[in-house]
C-alpha cells in the first residue's frame, strides 16, 4: 500500500495498513473469556484467561443478554461506553460514533468528557481564551500567513515532524515540511524549547534550548519578566485586550511573594543561563513571533501552566491577532493544525443524545474503576464516580494510553463484563470477556477527510474483510434486532444507504451555501472534492483584535483572562487563579538518588500512538523485539551501556524492557521511550512489561483538580543493563485459545447448562 499520488511528502508508516492485514494478531472469530463463558458475568482473570471462539450468533446472543440484564437492572449509570474512534478513517465508519450511537438507542451510558491528547488544556483556555482547543487549532493562523509575515517562530515541545505525519481522521498532503522550508527561506527564525533536538523538521535549521523536562513554566516566567523590566510589554494591548494583567505581573515581580521571577531565577530551575533567557526575551519583542506550546506540554503535572502562560506571553508582546503573530496550541503537535478553516466539516453519523447524566474526566478511568462512590473536583464542579457493571469499548486502546498500567490491570478486573470489538489481539481486547472481530478501513466502504482537511475522499473497500470480521455497523444492527430496539440505530438504512444519505443531506447544505459539489454517484467514482475554504490567509483572533467589542471572546470578560475570577473562585491549591510556577510531582529538580533520569513518553515515529504496531514500518524500529529508548552518550558510559543493549527501566511503579539507542539529539539526564508498544506484562507482574510499554511507568496522577488531565509525559526512572535471558514477547502473537468444557454444577452437569446456552433459550421460549 501506498500513499495518495498527490501527496508532496508520503510518510512510511501507511505501510503498517497492508503489512498488518492478515497479520498472525487479527482477531479472526468471535471469542469469549473462558471463566466468564462458562461461570457467568463477574470480574478476574481478565488479560490471563484463555479465549473460546463462538460462532456470531452466540456471540451476539450473549451481548445482547448482557446490555438487556445491566439496563434493566441498574440503568444507564452501570454502563460505560468510550472509545477513541481509532478503527477508521472514515466518517461513518468511526468505531466513537458508532458505540455512542447505539448505547443513546439503548439509554445512554457513562460518559467521558476530555482526552488524553489535550485534555488539561481542553480544561483551561475555555476560562482563558473562550474556545476548545479545536477551535483554537481550527482557526489556527495559516502557514501562508507565517511564511509571509512571522520573523521568529518560538516552540515550548517541539515543532515535531512525526506528529505532523497524522491527523483525526487522516490527512491528504503532508505539506508541513514544506512550508517550513518557506518560512526559513523567508527569513524565520525556529527556536525550538525540548529536551529533544531533533523533534523538528531539519528544514527549520532550529536553535536548541533544552532545559529540564517540567520546567517550562519557569522559563516562561523568566521572560515574561525580562519584557516587564525592559519596558517591551505592550501595554495598551494588555488594557484593552486582556484582564487580570496586573494581578499576574505583581506576581512576576515578585510583589505578591516576595520571590521574583528574573532570568536568574529561572536559570537556577531550568538550567538554561539567564543570558539566553534574556535575549531571547529581547528578541521575541523585536520581532514579529509566534509563540507555539505543543500539546506535550500539557501531559504532565501542573500542565495548565505553560499553555496559559504562552497565552501570556503572546498578550504581552500584544501581537495577538497580527498576521504571523499571536499564539498557538498544536503546530507540529497534528498535521492539519495551520490549514484554512473549511466552510463546513463533512458529513458523519450523528450520535444521538445521551440521557444518562454520568461522565467521568477520561483519563479519571481506573480510579472509577477501582473506586466507586468516590468524589473528584473537575472543573468547578465535583464529580461522583459511578458504579460500573458493563464497560463497551469500540475502537482505542486503554491500555497504551492510560497510565500506570498495573493499576489499569487491577481496574478492568471489577465490572462483570467488558466487551470489545477490535481488528488485533491489543491488551485491551486481551482484558475483554467478550471480543467481537472488527474491520479494518481498507475492508469496507466509507467516506473521509481529516480534521480541518479540505480534501474530502470516497474510500470504497479494497479487499475482503480478515476472517469472520464484520463492520461495527453491521454488529450493532444485529444487536439492534435481538434488542427489539425497531430500527432506532440503523432508521431501516443498509451502511451504503447511510453513505448516500449523509452525503446527499450534506451537498444540499454546500448549495444553500453557493457550493456545489458532484451527487453521491459521482463522488464515489471520483479521486477526490475538495470543500472549500473561508479565508485562506486566517489569522487566529483577528476578528477579536479588530473589533473586541463587536467579536468578543467568549470568556466572562469577553477578553483574554490572564488571570481568571472563574479558576480563583475554584480554590484549587494547584491551579490557582493566574498562572504560576509550580513544582512537579516528579523532576529533575528533586535529584531522586533512586531514579536520577526523566522519561519522556512522546509519540512515535513508526505508528500513530500504538495502531497497527505489528506493521512492517512499526516493526523495523524494535530492537531484540522491543521499542527502542534513547539517551545520550554521558548516560550511557555512565552505565557502561551502548546502542543495541537491551535495558530495562524502572522505578516504584514498575519496569519494562526496551532496546537502547545512544543519540546526541537527547539533552543529558534524559531518557525518551515513545508510547504504543503493546502492553505485554509479565504472567506473573502487570507492571513489568516485556515489550517497552512506558505506561508501566508512568503516574495515574492527575495534572490538576481543574482538569483532571493525564500526566502520562512525565516520570522519574533508571536504566541498567538487562542481564538475564530475554523473555519471550507474547503479544505478537494470538492469546490462548481452549476448547469450551463443560458447565458442571455441585452435583454434576449443570441444569442451567452454560451462559449461552440459557441465552439462547430465553430467546426461544
Given amino acids: 500500500m501506498t500513499g495518495w ?29 473462558q471463566g466468564w463463558l462458562e461461570g457467568g458475568p463477574g470480574g478476574g482473570g481478565r488479560g490471563s484467561e484463555p479465549f473460546v471462539e463462538v460462532s456470531w450468533g452466540e456471540a451476539l446472543d450473549l451481548v445482547s443478554a448482557e446490555l438487556r440484564r445491566v439496563y434493566t437492572a441498574y440503568g444507564s449509570s452501570a454502563v460505560y461506553g468510550d472509545s477513541y474512534g481509532w478503527s477508521s478513517a472514515g466518517r461513518f465508519h468511526h468505531g466513537q460514533s458508532q458505540l455512542h450511537r447505539f448505547l443513546n438507542c439503548l439509554g445512554g451510558y457513562v460518559s467521558a468528557v476530555g482526552d488524553y491528547s489535550y485534555g488539561t488544556s481542553g480544561a483551561l483556555l475555555p476560562h482563558v481564551l473562550g474556545s476548545s482547543p479545536a477551535h483554537v487549532m481550527e482557526g489556527a493562523t495559516t502557514w501562508e500567513v507565517i511564511c509571509a509575515n512571522t520573523e521568529l517562530f518560538l516552540s515550548f515541545g517541539g515543532l515535531s515532524e512525526k506528529n505532523s505525519a497524522v491527523g483525526p481522521g487522516g490527512i491528504a498532503r503532508h505539506g508541513n515540511r514544506s512550508e517550513v522550508g518557506r518560512a526559513r527561506a523567508a527569513g524565520c527564525h525556529f527556536v525550538d524549547i525540548t529536551p529533544i533536538q531533533d523533534d523538528t523538521f531539519a528544514e527549520a535549521g532550529v536553535e536548541w534550548i533544552a532545559p529540564r523536562p517540567g520546567s517550562d513554566a519557569a522559563l516562561m516566567l523568566g521572560l515574561a519578566y525580562t519584557v516587564d523590566a525592559e519596558g517591551a510589554a505592550d501595554r495598551q494591548f494588555l488594557d484593552e485586550y486582556t484582564v487580570g494583567y496586573d494581578r499576574f505581573i505583581a506576581y512576576v515581580r515578585g510583589e505578591s511573594d516576595g520571590v521574583p521571577k528574573s532570568p536568574e531565577w529561572a536559570a537556577a530551575i531550568t538550567e538554561v543561563p539567564a543570558s539566553t533567557i534574556t535575549d531571547l526575551a529581547r528578541r521575541m519583542a523585536r520581532s514579529r513571533t509566534m509563540i507555539n506550546v505543543s500539546w506535550s506540554m500539557q501531559r504532565q503535572h501542573h500542565g495548565e501552566q505553560p499553555i496559559w502562560l504562552g497565552v501570556t506571553l503572546a498578550a504581552m508582546l500584544g501581537q495577538i491577532g497580527l498576521p504571523g503573530g499571536g499564539f498557538q496550541h498544536g503546530y507540529g503537535s497534528s498535521a492539519d493544525v495551520g490549514l484554512a478553516r473549511r466552510v463546513v466539516s463533512p458529513p458523519r453519523l450523528p450520535q444521538g443524545r445521551n440521557r444518562e447524566s454520568s461522565y467521568i474526566p477520561v483519563a479519571r478511568i481506573a ?24 464497560v463497551y469499548w469500540v475502537g482505542g486502546n486503554p491500555f497504551h494510553h492510560h497510565q500506570d498500567l498495573a493499576k489499569l490491570h487491577r481496574a478492568f478486573q471489577t465490572p462483570s463484563t467488558v466487551v470489545v470489538h477490535e481488528q488485533f489481539w491489543t491488551s485491551t481486547a486481551r482484558h475483554a470477556d467478550i471480543v467481537l472481530p472488527a474491520t479494518m478501513t481498507i475492508e469496507r466502504n466509507d467516506f473521509g477527510a481529516g480534521r480541518n482537511d479540505p480534501y474530502f475522499f470516497p474510500m470504497p473497500a479494497l479487499t475482503a474483510p480478515v476472517g469472520e470480521a464484520r463492520d461495527d455497523y453491521a454488529i450493532f444492527s444485529a444487536l439492534e ?56 490567509h ?206 458442571r454444577s455441585a452435583h454434576g452437569s449443570e441444569p442451567g447448562g452454560t451462559p449461552a446456552d440459557r441465552v439462547i433459550r430465553d430467546r426461544t421460549d
Fill in 538 to 743: 486566517q489569522v487566529l483572533h483577528a476578528e477579536f483584535r479588530s473589533d473586541p467589542v463587536e467579536s468578543p471572546l467568549a470568556t466572562p470578560s469577553g477578553r483574554i483572562e490572564i488571570s481568571s475570577d472563574v479558576i480563583e473562585s475554584f480554590g484549587y491549591d494547584d491551579c490557582p487563579g493566574h498562572p504560576v510556577w509550580l513544582e512537579p510531582y516528579e523532576w529533575l529538580g528533586q535529584r531522586d538518588k533512586r531514579y536520577p533520569l526523566h522519561l519522556i513518553s512522546n509519540q512515535p515515529k513508526t505508528r500513530l500512538h500504538s495502531q497497527l504496531d505489528v506493521g512492517e514500518t512499526s516493526q523495523r524500529s524494535k530492537i531484540s523485539g522491543r521499542e527502542p529508548a534513547r539517551m545520550s552518550p554521558a548516560d550511557a558510559d555512565a552505565r557502561g551501556l551502548s546502542t543495541g543493549d537491551v535495558v530495562v527501566i524502572r522505578n516504584e511503579r514498575g519496569a519494562c524492557l526496551a532496546g537502547l539507542v545512544v543519540s546526541e539529539a537527547l539533552r543529558a539526564g534524559v531518557v525518551q521511550l515513545s508510547t504504543g508498544a503493546w502492553y505485554d506484562p509479565d504472567p506473573n507482574d502487570p507492571s513489568f512489561c516485556r515489550h517497552g510499554n512506558p505506561n508501566v511507568l508512568t503516574a495515574d496522577l492527575p495534572s490538576s483538580a481543574l482538569s483532571q488531565g493525564t500526566t502520562a509525559q512525565h516520570a522519574l526512572v533508571e536504566v541498567e543493563r538487562w542481564e538475564g535471558p530475554l523473555p519471550p514477547i507474547s503479544v505478537d502473537k494470538p492469546p490462548r485459545f481452549t476448547e469450551r468444557r463443560p458447565a
Fill in 367 to 390: 480510579d472509577m474503576l477501582l473506586n466507586p462512590g468516590s468524589v473528584i473536583p473537575f472543573n468547578g464542579t465535583e464529580v461522583t464516580f459511578p458504579r460500573i457493571d458493563l
Fill in 481 to 536: 434486532e435481538r434488542l427489539g430496539l425497531d430500527q432506532s440505530f440503523t432508521e431501516g438504512r443498509s451502511a451504503d444507504q447511510w453513505l448516500d444519505h449523509l452525503y446527499t443531506d450534506w451537498r444540499a447544505h454546500l448549495a444553500e451555501l453557493g457550493h456545489d459539489v458532484p451527487d453521491f454517484a459521482q463522488f464515489m467514482k471520483s479521486e477526490y472534492i475538495k470543500i472549500p475554504v473561508k479565508d485562506r
Fill in 5 to 33: 499520488a498527490g501527496d508532496p511528502d508520503p510518510r512510511l508508516i501507511i505501510n503498517n495498513v497492508a503489512s498488518s492485514q492478515h497479520h498472525p494478531t487479527r482477531v479472526r472469530r468471535p471469542a469469549v473469556r
